[in-house]
């Protein structure tokens, strides 16, 4: 019998609809691998904000080093800027545990449509590697003058050798294991921005240690306008955090819809936790209206299931969302369907309890 110690971040809007799916099929599937779940909910939200002031207690990191993962739903409220949001809980959580591989797939599965014309199912397959602790998102730098007109504002980007290494031999590894198209690109901007060659030239002295394995760099806009135009290129794209963050919104967008996004923050290294969460936002204007699509949260538990070694757990889960989407009959709105989300999660229970 395995336990695994999972904290519970429900957060915002549709994120406590899709959480409670989530843990639903994780419970159903339980006595069938003999694993026991200890989860602890915390109520972090922007409601929690509201009455203190601050997503989280200031304790809350130490508080999470006990547990093996966090599984969290969507926060955000139009209330509240994002970058509270962010900064308040996302990214700390992130630092804290070194949680350097945002690790994102793209597929277009059978019985959901794309919205670029043609394209057949597992036509796009691509896993995005976006490097989750440095660049763009460290929010190092601030304001002069504030709210006169002579305000300035900086915001610096570091990029580190082994920040770069790391996700950039994580992307390879990864393609190998794949064993898909073995293929690698990399996206950068470094034709204007000239810091980003770091991350150039540490692809290309990796790219050497894999001979098996092609690799291509692109600049960011080149980039999205093949995935649009021709996303069966892809296979592995490995990218920096603020790019990897934009490519992935158009790897949701082509592949039918964000309720199939799943993503996990991960340390390889499992003595700290890592936290798996869908990349939708908390949508508040469907929230509690049961519409909302819980499959992107429970394809995250998939991959939080294969992160604490339950492969055959995850499978499972897998399988039975895909069983649901080529059956076509319990989808919710966004996919054509008129389930609900509590529709879909008993269903896909159902079909992992077996």
């Not at 730098?141 to 950039?168: L, M, N, S, W």
């Not at 991350?199 to 760099?217: A, G, H, L, N, V």
């Not at 492969?311 to 709105?333: K, S, Y």
């Amino acid at each position: 019998m395995a336990t695994h110690k999972i904290a519970i971040v429900k957060g915002d809007g549709i994120g406590v609809d899709v959480v409670n799916e989530g843990m639903k099929v994780l419970d159903a599937l339980a006595p069938k691998y003999g694993i026991t779940w200890d989860y602890t909910e915390f109520p972090w939200s922007s409601d929690y904000y509201f009455k203190n002031g601050r997503m989280m207690p200031e304790d809350s990191l130490e508080t999470l080093e006990d547990f093996n993962a966090v599984f969290l739903g969507a926060v955000g409220h139009p209330d509240i800027q994002d970058n509270i949001t962010l900064d308040g809980l996302l990214l700390p959580i992130r630092r804290k545990f070194d949680q350097y591989i945002c690790l994102r797939p793209s597929v277009l599965y059978p019985g959901v449509e794309s919205p670029l014309s043609g394209k057949k199912p597992y036509d796009i397959d691509l896993t995005v590697i976006r490097e989750n602790t440095e660049g763009e998102y460290l929010n190092i730098g601030g304001f002069a003058y504030h709210q006169t007109p002579d305000e300035v504002a900086v915001q610096t980007a570091i990029y580190t050798k082994k920040g770069c290494d790391r996700a950039i031999r994580y992307a390879f590894d990864l393609a190998r294991e794949r064993g898909k198209k073995n293929h690698v690109t990399s996206i950068t901007k470094s034709n204007a921005l000239g810091y980003m060659t770091i991350w150039d030239r540490t692809f290309e002295e990796i790219s050497e240690e894999y001979p098996d394995i092609d690799s291509d760099s692109l600049l960011i806009d080149a980039a999205c306008m093949d995935l649009v135009r021709r996303p069966e290129m892809f296979d592995v794209i490995v990218a920096p955090n603020l790019f990897g963050d934009i490519v992935t919104d158009i790897g949701a967008i082509i592949t039918g819809s964000m309720g199939l996004a799943s993503s996990a923050n991960i340390n390889p290294d499992t003595s700290v936790p890592s936290m798996f969460e869908p990349t939708h936002g908390s949508a508040p204007d469907i929230a509690g209206q049961g519409i909302a699509n819980p499959m992107a949260q429970i394809l995250t538990g998939a991959m939080m299931l294969r992160h604490l070694g339950e492969n055959e757990a995850a499978a499972d889960v897998d399988a039975a969302v895909l069983q649901l989407l080529e059956q076509g009959e319990i989808l919710t709105p966004d996919l054509g369907g008129s389930s609900t989300t509590e529709g879909v999660g008993d269903a896909i229970a159902a079909l992992v309890s077996k």
